[in-house]
Nanobody
């Protein structure tokens, strides 16, 4: 059984920062792509960022490029999302997910396990 547990969400003012963490267990973490997605109220869940197994290849949604950074620590089986210069439109529930394929996909259908989500609220 694979478990992904997100943490680090909260309430922050616009321009502030948060770091999300996602701790994984139950599979060989270092061999899988990891991704972050988010779902704003009344909207579909969308891709935010992804990172390959080695951590040397990343991919970002245009809306977060230059502000968010995804990273991973395979020794800790944890993936992170550093979010800087936060905007009210970043308000959403953020989910981490794992993908057994070797390339970074922005499609939710590629990801087979999901965390429960963590709320990020950015106020102006």
């Amino acid at each position: 059984q694979v478990q992904l547990v997100e943490s680090g969400g909260g309430l922050v003012q616009a321009g502030g920062s948060l770091r999300l963490s996602c701790a994984a267990s139950g599979r060989t973490f270092s061999t899988y792509v990891m991704g972050w997605f988010r779902q704003a109220p009344g909207k579909e869940r969308v891709f935010v960022a992804g990172i390959n197994w080695g951590g040397d290849n990343t991919r970002y949604a245009d809306s977060v490029k230059g502000r968010f950074t995804i990273s991973r620590d395979n020794a800790k089986s944890t993936v992170y999302l550093q979010m800087n210069s936060l905007k009210p439109e970043d308000t959403a529930v953020y989910y981490c997910a794992s993908d057994p394929k070797r390339y970074i996909s922005s499609s939710q259908t590629n990801y087979d396990y999901w965390g429960q989500g963590t709320q990020v609220t950015v106020v102006s």
